[in-house]
Nanobody, 109 residues
């Protein structure tokens, strides 16, 4: 059963913007528990943004936005080719650690 779904990825030119969304389809995972990760080929997912942290590589360009109790957006501006990857939503709580399937973001130079 799908519980977290990411959307909004795509192909964009450098300097462009995208808004990713993470939607929860369960009452267990709320937006307060969510965070965004990025995974590139052959590497472990790295934390991009949460309510308490934002990666140095995206500071000033990316921001999380709580839409409601079940949706968390990632606003990405001034995208760079190195932002390319699969963006994953993760929900962590007491006894829970769940990952969505991810959405691909490709930034062309």
């Amino acid at each position: 059963q799908v519980q977290l779904v990411e959307s909004g990825g795509g192909l964009v030119q450098a300097g462009g913007s995208l808004t990713l969304s993470c939607q929860s389809f369960t009452n267990v995972y709320t937006s307060n528990m969510m965070s965004w990760y990025r995974q590139t080929a052959g590497k472990q997912p790295e934390l991009v943004a949460s309510f308490s942290h934002i990666a140095d590589s995206v500071k000033g360009r990316f921001a999380i936005q709580k839409v409601n109790d079940k949706m968390l957006n990632l606003q990405m501006n001034n995208l760079k080719p190195e932002d390319t990857g699969v963006y994953l939503c993760r929900a962590v709580g007491a006894g829970y650690d769940y990952w969505g399937q991810g959405t691909q973001v490709t930034v062309s130079s």
